[in-house]
C-alpha cells in the first residue's frame, strides 16, 4: 500500500476531489461572469457619466453578449480571448475609473472628460465590431474553403 492510500484512502478518491478545483471553466462562461461585473458597474456609474457615454456601454455589451454566446460552440485563437477579455477587464472599465477621478465640471456632458470617454469608446466600440465581424467570418470562411474542396474533389 503506498503512502498516499494510507493517508488519504484510494488514489482514485484523490483524483475525484482535486479535479474539480484544478478544472477552469470554459472561456465564455468567465467572459460572461466578467461582462456581467462590467455591465453592473457601468449602471453603478450611470449617474455619472453622459447619456451616450451610457449608450456606447450598452452598445459595446450588445456586441459581446451575442459574440460570448456564440463562442459555447466554436473556438477562438488566444489572441482573440486575450483582445476580448482585455476589453472588458481593462479597455472598458479603465476609462470609468479615471473618470470618476476628474473634477465636476470635466465630467458634464460635453465637458473634456466626456468628450474624452466619448472618443475612447468609440474606438473600443469599432475595434469590437471588427473583432466580432473576423470571429463570425472565420465560420464563413471555413465554409467556403470546404466548398472549393468538395468541388475539386468531386470534379464540377
Not at 451616450?52 to 480571448?81: A, C, F, G, N
Amino acid at each position: 500500500m503506498s503512502l498516499f492510500k494510507a493517508l488519504f484512502g484510494s488514489d482514485n478518491n484523490a483524483a475525484n476531489i482535486v479535479a474539480p478545483l484544478l478544472s477552469e471553466p470554459p472561456f465564455h462562461e468567465k467572459a460572461l461572469e466578467q461582462l456581467d461585473l462590467l455591465d453592473k458597474f457601468a449602471k453603478e456609474m450611470s449617474g455619472s457619466i453622459s447619456t451616450s457615454v451610457y449608450s456606447q456601454l450598452r452598445t459595446i455589451d450588445d456586441i459581446l453578449r451575442p459574440l460570448l454566446e456564440y463562442l459555447k460552440t466554436h473556438d477562438i485563437v488566444m489572441e482573440q480571448k486575450v483582445l476580448i477579455q482585455s476589453i472588458i477587464t481593462d479597455y472598458v472599465p479603465t476609462p470609468l475609473e479615471t473618470f470618476k477621478l476628474l473634477p465636476e465640471n470635466d465630467k458634464v456632458d460635453g465637458g473634456k472628460g466626456d468628450l474624452l470617454l466619448t472618443q475612447q469608446y468609440d474606438t473600443i466600440e469599432a475595434n469590437t465590431r471588427e473583432l466580432a465581424a473576423e470571429i463570425y467570418g472565420r465560420v464563413l470562411s471555413e465554409l467556403s474553403t470546404q466548398a472549393i474542396f468538395i468541388k475539386n474533389k468531386f470534379g464540377e
